[in-house]
């Protein structure tokens, strides 16, 4: 029985998966090795790098190359002591050599040419060896390429490089080099790329709708457990087709979850919404990694502005082109989260520390009937806001952001006890929309089923230079519309004032507005 994967490459025979060749231009990779090119293959983590590699290397053995795939990763705790990181290099890829090709050439003369030409020659020398006893042209795939670091990733892009024009007779054919980031990002204690003798970067990207619905048929195909089309709308809308995340609310769905194990059993949205929150409140691996990421200094300038709703970014284009890498924004402007379980987890990691310690009593925002009562939750949180905002400030990492990280950590803390939030927010929006769902059990007079209510809350920071009533009536509008949007039944706009000099009795406040259209929505001002 075949499951889906969520660690390491894929195995054909073990996982449902997209064949590996299938997810870039076979064509054009091919033409690439054939007239002597070395290119660049990068993609964000866990997207099916390494699961591309292996097939590659697997077709070009077949077709009259000498082809190894190895990894540079072992050399990662050499950290800055080139011997030790070239060292471990060799030692790999002459083990690689023996175990795919059969190839004991380089495994037995790499110890000798590292003592005597040194870390900065070894692997040229013995690349340049190795390809003169061939007998065919050697392919060398490489990945992980971006965990060296400082002068070991220097030295061996120099060496590669080095014997590039000695290529096919007494170097590599071609060498592809794998890893997060694009070649345009080596640069190590210079301006320009150590790797100037790159063809092409090629970025494999994510799953298309197709080929998530593709994946999850796949599993219906083999148990009979179908999808209702709610459900395989909810996968693809939650990941946008990041291959971990399609993977991984899968086997949730249906492999970790009691429910989703009764193959009889349609999954359903609710299936997947409840295997989504699962996988967040987990923290696992890969949001994890993918959230320790949010304290870079890079990764800051560029997410901060979307969750305070700033106009203007602050970030540079290399800023921006480092994120990108990283999978945490979208391939495309404008500048946003990449998919909705990223922009779910980026304000919880933030707001986590708020989140643990806030000691609230869960009970008292919930009406007699189950309903949830939005007023009386926006005027406790106006009190809280209140009373500790000026502590709570301080603690955030990003402090620009913070009034908005503190409005959603407490919403989130109270209302997902019985409901959920959704949220938008992006460079320029001006705003950040936040959409309470809450299902409300009805009595068994009424069919006793649930009655499903939406509510919107959005936030608007007064700043310097801006006026408090031109700031209300702008978000009274937003409010609305975003209302519209999402068929809530009633909206509610908070207002922060961060201008100097405004006292409490100023800038706290609760009146109720009316858009243009007549849409009434409750403006808190604090």
């Known amino acids: 029985m075949r499951f889906f994967n969520t660690t390491g490459p894929v195995n054909p025979a073990d996982h449902y998966c997209i064949p590996p060749l299938e997810r870039f231009d076979l064509d054009e990779v091919l033409a690439l090795v054939r007239t002597k090119k070395y290119f660049v293959l990068h993609a964000p983590r866990q997207t099916g790098k390494t ?8 077709l070009l053995n077949t077709q009259g190359y000498g082809c190894v795939y190895t990894t540079v990763e072992g050399a990662r705790t050499a950290r800055d002591d080139l011997v030790e990181a070239m060292r471990a290099v ?3 890829l002459g083990s690689q050599a023996r175990s795919t090709l059969g190839d004991q050439f380089l495994d037995g003369a790499w110890p000798g040419i590292l003592a005597r030409f040194g870390p900065n020659e070894a692997l040229s020398e013995a690349l ?3 390809a003169e006893a061939s007998p065919k042209p050697l392919v060398l795939l490489i990945d992980e390429i971006d965990t060296l670091q400082g002068d070991p990733l220097l030295s061996t892009l120099q060496q590669l490089r080095a014997g590039y024009p000695m290529r096919p007779a007494a170097f590599p054919q071609c060498v592809v080099l794998c890893g997060l980031r694009d070649v345009r990002d080596y640069r190590i204690r210079s ?36 999808f209702t089309p709610e459900a395989l709308e909810a996968v ?24 989703g194990r009764d193959r009889t059993r349609a999954v359903s949205a609710d299936d997947v919404a409840e295997a989504r929150e699962a996988l967040i409140v987990r923290r696992v691996t890969h949001l994890d990694q993918l959230a320790d990421k949010l304290g870079e200094e890079r990764v800051r300038r560029v997410v901060e502005p979307m969750l305070s709703g700033a106009d203007e970014r602050r970030a540079t284009n290399r800023d921006i082109e480092y994120v990108r890498d990283l999978g945490l924004i979208a391939r495309d402007a404008p500048v946003r989260i990449a998919n909705p379980i990223y922009a779910e987890v980026v304000p919880r990691e933030l707001g986590w520390i708020l989140q643990e310690e806030l000691d609230l009593n869960t009970t008292w925002y919930v009406d007699a009937d189950g309903g949830l009562n939005v007023d009386k939750l926006m005027e406790a949180f106006q009190d809280f806001f209140r009373r500790h905002s000026e502590h709570w400030k301080n603690r955030f990492m990003y402090e620009e952001a913070w009034p908005q990280i503190l409005l959603q950590a407490y919403l989130h803390r109270v209302v997902n006890g019985g409901g959920r939030i959704e949220r938008e927010y992006g460079l320029g929006r001006g705003r950040v929309d936040l959409l309470l769902v809450w299902p409300q059990s009805l009595p068994p007079e009424e069919s006793g089923g649930v009655r499903v209510r939406e509510y919107v809350v959005e936030c608007k920071v007064v700043r310097v230079g801006d006026g408090l009533e031109s700031t209300v009536r702008d978000g009274v509008e937003q409010t609305a519309g975003y209302m519209a949007r999402c068929a809530a039944e009633a ?3 908070v207002v922060i004032d961060r201008r100097e000099g405004r006292s409490w009795e100023e800038r706290v406040f609760h009146r109720q507005h009316r858009s243009q259209d007549g849409v009434p929505v409750e403006v808190w001002g604090m």
């Not at 150590?194 to 080929?211: M, Y």
């Not at 809308?237 to 979850?257: K, S």
Request: aromatic share 10%; hydrophobic share 40%; with cysteine.
């Open 51 to 58: 699961s591309a590699l292996l097939a590659l290397c697997d």
């Open 90 to 92: 060799l030692a790999r």
């Open 128 to 130: 340049k060896r190795w």
């Open 191 to 226: 301006t320009s790329s150590p790797f100037n003798i790159v063809a092409k970067s090629l970025r494999l990207g994510d799953f298309t709708q197709e080929e998530t619905l593709t994946l999850l048929d796949q599993h219906t195909g083999e148990t009979g457990q179908a």
């Open 236 to 259: 693809w809308t939650q990941t946008l087709g990041q291959p971990w995340l399609v993977n991984a609310l899968a086997w949730e769905t249906c492999f970790e979850r009691k429910a």
């Open 491 to 493: 909206g509610h706009l």
